[in-house]
Every structure is written in C-alpha cells, then in structure tokens.
C-alpha cells in the first residue's frame, strides 16, 4: 500500500461518475420556487442592468489556479466555466469574507508552477508533512480514497470486499499558498470552521462529492444568480433574525440590570442606619425605612399615613422645615427635638424637593439621622472646655486659637513646630502659618466655621514647608467666641501613605492581570490548589474540563482530590500535588478521567505557590490537552508499522525522483539493501 500523503508523484485522478438532468419533479419544483421568486428576480436583474452588474469596487482579488479535468473536485463544466467542489467552497467563503477568488483552469503541473512564481495565490492540493515545508496549508475540508496500487502477486481487488486485511490511505484535500502567506490560510481556516459548523460544508459535500447527479443546462449556467438571489434573501431574513434577537438580549440586558438595580436599591432602603421618608406637600408620611423603629420605637405601618409634624417636639420647627424646602428647594442639617416612643431624642433633618414630569413639586424625601449622643457630648465638652485648656499645651499637635482669623493665642509646641514665639504669633493672621498656594482654602474654612479635618501645606518661619492636618471648631474661651484649630505634622504618614498607594497600584495590576487570565473564554487550562488540595482559583476551561472527564461541577474551596473517581489516577495526582508542594517544579504527561465519560492525554506543568516571606502555600498547575498529538503519533507509529510490514513494495521519493525510503518487501524483491538504492 502507498502513503498518499507522502507519495506525491504517484497521484491519480478519481473515477467519476456520469451525471444527468435532474428528473422532471424537481424541475417543477425548481419552476415553482422561480415563480414565487420572480418578481424579486425582476427588480434586482433591472438593477444589475442599470448599474452594468454592479462591480464590487474595494473587494480583495485573489488567484487561484484550477484543475480543468478534476472532477467532481475542480474542472470546467459543459459552458467552459470553472466548477466543482472546491471552487464551490472559495465561493463561498469569499460571499462571507468579501473578497473575490478569480480562478485560472490550467493542469496541474501548470498550477504548481504558477504558484511557485507568484501568478497565482492558491491552488488545491494534498497535503503531507514534506509539502508543508514548502506551502502554507489550511484545514483540510476533505477526505480522498483515490487509487489503489498492488503488486502483480496480490490478487486483483474487484470491490471492498477484496480490501479485507489491508491498510487504504486517504489523501488529506487542503488549500495551499506560497510559504509564509499566513494571512490568506487564516482567513481561509476561519471560514473553512464557520461552514463546518454551519452545516454548509456538509451541503457542499452532499452535491458534489454523493455521486447525485448534479444540475446543467439554464438552470447550470444561471446557479450563480440564483445563488446570488437566494443569498440576498437569505441575507435579509438573516439580518431580520440578528436584529430581532439583539433586541431580546437588550431587553433581558435591560430587564436583568433593573431587576439588580431594584435589589440592590432595596437592600440599601432595609439597611439604612439612617432613616429614609417621603413625605407628600401636605407633610403626610408617604413611606419610611425599616430603620425608622430603631430611631423611633414605632413600627413603619404605625408612621405611614400621619402628619410628620405629629414628631416634632416643637411645632414651629413643622413651619420652618416646609417653608425652607418650599423656597430653597431642599434642606440641610436641620436640627430639632424628634418626639419617640421612648421620649425626646435630638435629630438631623435633610430634605428635598422631587419634582414631577411637568417641573413642578411633587413630593419630598430626606434623611433622618439620630444626633442625640453628639449633642450630649457636645453640652459635656461645651462644660469642659476651660479644664482642658492646659492639656493642650501637653498635646503634640500644634494649637492656635483665633478670633475672626487672627491668632490670640497658641500653645508651646506651635512655637517648636514653627518657630514663632508667642509674642510673634499674637495678631498675625492664622494663614501665615499656611503655604501661599493653601491661604484662601484655609481662611475659607475658618470664616465658614468649617469643621471637618482637612490636609493642607503649613508653612514654617525659616520659609521650609510640610504636609498638615488641620481640624478647627468655634468654643467659648474666657468669655468670647473663638476658633481652635489643631495642626498635626502627617510628613511621615504621607511618606507610609505614598508607599501603600504604589504597593496597591502594583497589586492591582498584577490582580488585574490575574483575573484576565482566569475570566479569559480562551482553552487555557490552568488552577491552584491550597495545602489541603483545596481550589483557590481555576480558569473556566479547567471548570469545563473537570466536567467534562469526571462529570462535576467545582468551585473554590472543594477538594480536587475528592473529584476524582478513579483511585488510580487519584493517587497519581496526590503525588504530583506532594511533589509541587514540596518546592518541586516539574512537567509531566499523564491520562486522566472517567473511562466512562472521556479519558485523554495532558501534559502538566507543575509548581509551588509561596507567599511574601516565601513559604510554600499551595501549588499551581498550568495543563495543556496532548490528545491530538498523542493521536498523532500513535497513527504515525501504526503507518510506519504498516509499511515496514507491508507485503507489498513500497519506495517513496522527493518531488526530484530521488529515492527517500524503501521498505523491507522492496529490498526483497529487488535484490538491492537500503543502502544501496536510498538517494538513487
């Protein structure tokens, strides 16, 4: 028996089968179709008219060399066009890829020989492992038994029956390109897939390589408008069909992110600390947060429906909280008595108005916050402030006391941290101890009374200037009101600051980084176990593939181990997992899974995963499918077999005749050993 991949001089045509019309039925139904079709046929044969059949300017040509008597796979037909299987397929391919494969019938050597000087992009061709050397192949898209060499003593093979016992090969039918052409061959193979897994590969097939008689006469020389038509309107129902599915996905995109918003709304609305309500312009209480009984003591149903007003402790402040939100439009920090079950407690009001699709005021929400400890610790601290006076001058931060933005007095470490006694500091303004670029922030805030810590630059006597915390709040001090404000030196926590800032953007990227690779779609296959053999991570393929041979579905945290049914592969893997864990890094082939479901061949690579003082707290594998290769290789390994066994002669050469191999049969019955007849 021949290789016919690697036999490349001893390629014959197939014997082809005589075709014919097709029966009357189907030409009456054809007839049919063309009736229902025709007026669609009219407008667009006018167009075409019109507009001198409208060249498809911008369209990338390619050349392709034909076989003119390859049939049923490429040849010219009864009206001297190019047709048949393969041409089929490029018509296709470029219809979806817009481009445009011209082709040039020509014989077969003629083809190769265009090729090889750049006349033409592309011919059809078998592959083999030697012309991959030389040419770029795609996908093969075809199977080919075509002859079948024996020698004068084995008996003649009349049918199947006689092929008992013996290895046929087949030849693998691909496109071919000049070396290094990878971006053709690409957008070949990508086509190539999608007509496969459309199903029109296998259409193609079935007319052209069945042994069906195929369509000729008008029908024949008008198929590539009616394809044309037919895909036109193929088109359009496919373009229905998109648009109409987009719009089901923007829906449920839609419906599904309302649905979260809703949730998420809610889960903060039954959350809250404080306490949401809506209230109508009437001050009826519309709706209240659950959070309202841990203020109140009153359940919401007991709230909703009354008078807001009922609440307040003292009824002007009903007047002033409507007529502020009436004339502003909201509120902010309103402070009153709030009438509870339990008593009085003290409250923060803020309000707004919420307008109607018209603009005009329809309804109002706020916020309720409790400030009943604040303000009991505010009268302490207003009670207080005098017999701490002298604790300030202990403190570490720097204070300055000030009445209308102009220093009156500062304790001793503003002196050391400064250098301004206090005879210097008295009637300056509080700002020349602030960097110019920070004076207006900061004099804002004092006028303001403004009270919430705040960074700024503070500026030294000496002129040098450092990073500042600087918090202020009006007090009662010997008899008038004024400001304190503290001042603390953060130099060093801006320092510690900007190191977690850079450690934290490094992490995240790294994190980042991590996550693509686990959240890619693509087949990588990788996973990390903790000391237990527990999941810490896994990509989705691994997901995938676990279900796939051991049936299961995993999730971070589960045992790998306990996945697997087999005691023999589960012991194999504890070892590899020990081994890992044990500092080991190693590459290792191994079969896997459930007999019953699917069993294949992978080759892992194995390492330990250390933490930052570099222990070992887990191990990660990075696993890549060998079932193709593996298959490969014991098909290579079976054909050599095969050959070397063969009964029959068997002499393979280079495209040059020169002899590259003979099998043992051959050296029998020529008389010559290997050495001898190998390179002749």
Known sequence: MIDFQSADKMITKPQTENYSLYSLKNLKFLSVICLRLFWLMFLVFSFLKVNGNLPLDGKRVYKVAIDREFEPYEFLNQDNSVDGFAPSLLREIGNRANVTFEFYPMTWSESVNALRIGQVDLINMIYSDQRATAYEFSEPFCEIAQAIFSSDKTPAIVDNSFLGGYNVGFQKYAFAALKGNTQLIGLLNIHLLELQNSGRMDALKEKWLSGKPQIHGWIKSNESTLVSLGIFIFGIVLLILFWNRTLQRLVDAKTISLQESEEKYRNIFENLQDVFYQIDLNRIILDVSPSIQRLSGYERDEIIGLPVYNFFVNPEDSEIFIETILKHGELRDFELKFRSRSGEIFVSINAQIILSADGKPDHIDGLIRDITERKRFEAELEESREKYRGLSEAAFESIFFSEKGICIEQNSSGERTFGYTIEEALGRYGTEWIAEEDREMVMNNMLSGYEEPYEAKALKKDGTT????????????????????????????????????????????????????????????????????????????????????????????????????SEEDQAKARVNFDRALNGEYFIVTEEYGDVNLYRTFYENYYSSIKNSEGCIVGLSVFVIDVTHRKQTEKQLELLSRAIDESPVSVMITDKNGNIEYVNPKFTEVSGYTTEEIIGS
Not at 519 to 536: G, K, V
């Open 466 to 565: 450092f990073p500042c915390l600087l918090r202020g709040k009006m007090m009662y001090y010997k008899g008038k009101n004024v400001r304190v404000t503290s001042l603390t030196d953060i130099s060093s926590l801006k320092k510690v600051e900007e190191e977690l800032m850079r450690s934290k953007e490094k992490y995240q990227k790294d994190l980042i980084f991590l996550k693509s690779i686990f959240e890619s779609p693509i087949d990588i296959i990788i996973f990390a176990l903790d000391e237990n053999y527990c999941y810490t991570a896994f990509t989705q393929f691994h997901s995938k593939t676990i279900k796939k041979i051991w049936g299961t579905d995993i999730k971070v945290g589960m045992n790998m181990l306990d996945l697997i049914s």
